[in-house]
């Protein structure tokens, strides 16, 4: 078994100069498959920096990021991009869904890249809309959806192609406390 994730003396500073911000000092991190792992601090502490880096979202300024095996920081635009669909899953706070086409289109969205047919990529947008029990809500706009169905779509969408890690930056910062219990695993 090889760990999913494993970053070691990972750096991010903002900026340079007088105003450069550190936001990642040299973190260590191994993550297995089947781990659930939280990150928590304080409000500015680096947690959002920490994932955008996991999800291959930004570069860090130095250190190392293995993603199931592949080293992140030998990869160029485009194999990033690919890395990211096929591997990572990410979750946001404010669910960034699509606004004009259904829960069942939101979710179909990364399976584009993917090479299947259409009838397949449906299938699996079903199933996966299932695996979230939002089966009966497919061809609902994420408008007519409460907070929680909302994010559970986001969800949906997350793991319709099977990402060897389902990355989440605050996923329920945005919900009350039903809609929470609705959202999280
Ligand atoms: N794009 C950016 N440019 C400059 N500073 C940033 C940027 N993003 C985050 N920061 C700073 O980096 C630090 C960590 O931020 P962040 O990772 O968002 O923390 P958290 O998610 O734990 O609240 C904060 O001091 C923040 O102001
Ligand atoms: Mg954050």
């Given amino acids: 078994m090889r760990p999913v994730i494993v970053v070691s003396q990972l ?3 903002y900026g340079t100069g007088e105003t450069a911000v550190h936001a990642l000092r040299g973190v260590d991190l191994t993550v297995w498959p089947g781990e659930y792992v939280a990150i928590m601090g304080a409000s ?3 947690k959002s920096t920490l994932l955008n ?3 291959c979202l930004d570069v860090p300024t130095s250190g190392k990021c293995l993603l ?3 080293g992140v920081g030998r990869l160029n635009e ?3 991009a690919l890395l990211r669909n096929r591997k990572i899953g990410f979750v946001f706070q404010s669910f ?3 606004p004009r086409v259904s829960a069942l289109a939101n979710v179909e969205l990364p399976l584009v890249y993917s090479g299947l047919r259409r009838a397949a990529r449906r299938r699996r947008a079903l199933a996966a809309l299932d695996l979230v029990g939002l089966s009966d809500r497919a061809r609902h706009l994420p408008n007519e959806l409460s907070g929680g169905q909302g994010q559970r779509v986001a969800v949906a969408r997350a793991l319709v192609t099977g990402p060897a890690m389902l990355l989440a930056d605050e996923p329920t910062g945005n919900l009350d406390r039903a809609s929470t219990e609705d959202v999280r695993p």
């Fill in 11 to 13: 750096r991010k500073t």
């Fill in 44 to 46: 500015g502490s680096g």
């Fill in 53 to 55: 880096m996991l999800g």
């Fill in 68 to 70: 199931d095996g592949f």
């Fill in 78 to 80: 485009r194999q990033l």
């Fill in 96 to 98: 960034n869904l699509v």
